[in-house]
Nanobody, 125 residues
Framework: QVQLVESGGGSVQAGGSLRLSCAAA?????????MGWFRQAPGKEREFVAG????????DYLDSVKGRFTIFRDSGKNTVYLQMNSLTPEDTAVYYC?????????????????WGQGTQVTVSS
């Protein structure tokens, strides 16, 4: 069982920044080949935000976050981050990290095997 623990959510004003973290338990990171960040706003479906292969060689972003969000990994800590800059109220959602055991970065939730518990991000205007 892969364990993913998220942190870093909170409230910020528009234009501000937040960094989300997703830590994989030491005994489980071996099976992870790709990671993704998703978000879900009230009344909306869960949507892909950013994804990366475990080595960082392949990355993908939702068009609306390109240039503002960055996904990266600290290999020494088995932690994946989502740096979010220039936040807008439209970014308000619960953010989830997810992991899968295949190398391809995927955009649909069903393609991920493991999920974190979610962390709330609220951006006020």
């Amino acid at each position: 069982q892969v364990q993913l623990v998220e942190s870093g959510g909170g409230s910020v004003q528009a234009g501000g920044s937040l960094r989300l973290s997703c830590a994989a338990a030491e005994r489980t990171f071996i099976t992870i080949r790709a990671m993704g960040w998703f978000r879900q706003a009230p009344g909306k479906e869960r949507e892909f935000v950013a994804g990366s292969s475990w080595g960082g060689g392949s990355k993908d972003y939702l068009d609306s976050v390109k240039g503002r969000f960055t996904i990266f990994r600290d290999s020494g800590k088995n932690t994946v981050y989502l740096q979010m800059n220039s936040l807008t109220p439209e970014d308000t959602a619960v953010y989830y990290c997810a992991a899968r055991s295949t190398w391809v970065v995927a955009r649909t939730p069903d393609e991920y095997d493991y999920w974190g518990q979610g962390t709330q991000v609220t951006v006020s205007s």
